[in-house]
């Protein structure tokens, strides 16, 4: 047996380099530590994820069977106003005709719409200027110089493909995450 020197403790305490005793109780203090913490950190943080009701709103099913070529449809989508609007072949067209480079924000009609389903526009019904609800969804309502929607407020021009063509609106309204789940239905979000 080696014998116990100031320069190897281990030795003294009966120990030639295997595990010590205290090395097991600094082990599990700190384990045991690590498992208090996680236990106090967890319902903190979990008490910040989303509830089911705002679970519930965060997507929203549409059925758009019944929205016939040129209608518009208001709906809402996370406590916000959405359009959906069935183009017609001409609105299309119109939308075609436009150089997306000629546009403040330019993005083309294809852009915008999903592949195969080019005649039908989700979008956001918020100006991009100050947040107002456009007009144009309605029936009835003033849909602006472009056939689009018109924002009172501020006097923002949107068209057909709901591009900010004139006003004080910096973009175009929104497109939000959107998919068709069939031919009749979109679920948005």
Do not use: W
Not at 15 to 20: A, K, N, W
Not at 33 to 46: C, D, E, K, M
Not at 104 to 121: A, F
Request: charged share 25%; glycine share 10%; with cysteine.
């Amino acid at each position: 047996m080696a014998e116990a020197t100031i320069d190897n403790p281990a030795v003294a305490d009966g120990d030639e380099g295997g595990v010590r005793r205290r090395d097991f109780i600094e082990i599990a203090a700190v384990s045991f530590g690590g498992i208090g913490a996680l236990a106090t950190l967890y319902p903190l943080i979990s008490q910040m994820a989303p509830s089911r009701d705002v679970l519930a709103e965060s997507s929203t099913e549409i059925d758009v069977s019944a929205i016939q070529p040129g209608q518009a449809v208001k709906a809402v989508f996370r406590k916000q106003p959405l359009f959906v609007r069935r183009l017609t072949p001409k609105e299309v067209a119109e939308a075609d005709a436009v150089p997306a480079s000629s546009l403040r924000d330019p993005e083309s009609l294809e852009e915008r719409t999903k592949p195969g389903h080019k005649d039908m526009l989700i979008t956001m019904g918020v100006c991009t200027h100050l947040g107002c609800v456009p007009l144009g969804a309605g029936e009835g309502e003033v849909k602006g110089e472009f056939g689009g929607y018109f924002c009172p407020c501020h006097g923002s021009h949107y068209d057909t493909a709901a591009r900010i063509r004139k006003g004080p609106a910096p973009t175009n309204l929104l497109v939000p995450e959107y998919e068709f789940t069939s031919e009749t239905t979109v679920t948005v979000g």
